[in-house]
């Protein structure tokens, strides 16, 4: 039985409640990642389309897609049940991705897919563009880096207290090693990887490589998932079948809520304080959100 917080000493309130450990409302963020025609986007929405419906019921979930890139809505005959779109335009700012966000929450949807992840790294208004704007107007060193971080990471820890399950379709690059062999320069590709934060992986619950048409690495060391759901990443191409057994797996017995998460949302925002609200206003994040059409 949960037990509040109110009467510890000092407490202005319940900060949390004590309550037995369960698996039900697990926080699920999956991130696929791969170059160009790796079939990242399709998937992803097959995933949200099987883990919203295990999580409301049978041909009761909403899946949303958060769109970057204005290509999501080619699929929109592939997924049953269809999907909601909203595009986000640049810039695209950790903030205006927070505000997107919200927005789907709001809306009540079941399964968020954002598709590009990358574009709040690396995007027009993103953490790079914002660091390379910092230091022309003169910040240097570490000063031009202070509030596209902070405002980064903002974005990425109401990503991790929501319990919307998130899927991260991110782009990839492919690094070069430059090594000297017998006075000869050897250049050897790399593993490809997400283009992002490099620390953003290790708090993804499942990290996918996809490599091309909805295939995906399945070494262990480059695969990254709970022991429980291993065995749905042997090398099977990802279906809404594999997106409903994630879901059964994350649901526990409960069912999801999405307008308890939307509070939780408020309520992650007043304790951040005034600031946290800050930004542009919603009409001018991205266009309404709508079934899907080509």
Known sequence: MAR?????????GPIFEIADASRAGVHLIIQLFGPSE??????????????ADALAGPDKGIVGCMDTEGRARIFAERVP???????????????????????????????????????????????????EQNELNGWKGLAKWSKPKRDYNRMVSVLLTTRIPLILCSRAKQPIKIETKNNKE??????????????????????LPMVLHG?????????KCPDDLRH?????????ETGRLIGQWVAGGSPINPAREHLR?????????????RGRPRSDVHRSIRPTRR
């Open 4 to 12: 509040g917080t109110d009467d510890l000493p000092g407490s202005e």
């Open 38 to 51: 790796c079939g990242k986007t399709l998937t992803a929405l097959y995933l949200a389309r099987g883990i």
């Open 81 to 131: 049940g269809g999907f909601k779109v909203g595009e986000l335009t640049r810039p695209f700012s950790p903030g205006r991705y927070l505000q997107g966000i919200e927005l789907f929450m709001e809306y009540g949807v079941h399964a968020l897919m954002i598709d590009s992840f990358s574009h709040v790294w690396e995007g027009f208004g993103g953490v790079l563009d914002q660091a």
């Open 186 to 207: 050897v250049w050897t590709p790399q593993p490809w990887e997400p283009i992002q934060d490099k620390r953003l992986k290790f708090d993804m619950t499942i990290v």
């Open 215 to 223: 295939e995906y690495e399945t070494d262990p060391s480059r695969v």
């Open 232 to 240: 749905l990443f042997l090398g099977e191409k990802l279906t809404i």
């Open 265 to 277: 949302k408020q309520a992650f925002d007043a304790a951040a304080g005034p600031r946290a609200g």
